[in-house]
């Protein structure tokens, strides 16, 4: 079962996401469970806003499936102009895998199709993160 977390325009809770620390800050506050890998998706609005945020696939300890389908039907679904993920790993090691890379890189150009853009994807673990946007993988 998916957690979904709604933001509303009202509340004093809602964040902008135009820098990875800031969707980093986002992530942290998701309760989720870190001995398991959690790919999070942050819809935004077109001032990079959070619309809704939830965990939408949750995984073992290396990893975890993603169905892009589900994922793009969601961003659809919430009439998001913008996309941001997050997944955790359990190992603490940053680095994303060729896996991580190569599904950044099939979401990314599927979401130009439908004229929404992946804004970042972090990597994270509880007190750090790394960007594919400043890596330069995305």
Known sequence: MKEIFELRES?????????????????????????????????????????HAEVLFKGGIDRTLLDKKTLLRRALEEKALFIALAHNHPSGNLEPSDPD???????????????????????????EFYSMKEGNLL
């Open 11 to 51: 509340d004093n809770s809602i964040q902008s996401v135009k820098t990875p620390r800031a969707l980093f800050a986002q992530a942290q506050t998701i309760n989720i469970d870190h001995d398991q890998e959690n790919l999070l998706v942050f819809y935004l609005d077109s001032r990079h806003h959070v619309k």
């Open 101 to 127: 890379i190569d599904v950044t890189y099939q979401i990314a150009d599927t979401c130009k199709l439908l004229e929404i853009e992946l804004v970042d994807h972090i990597i994270f673990t509880r007190d």
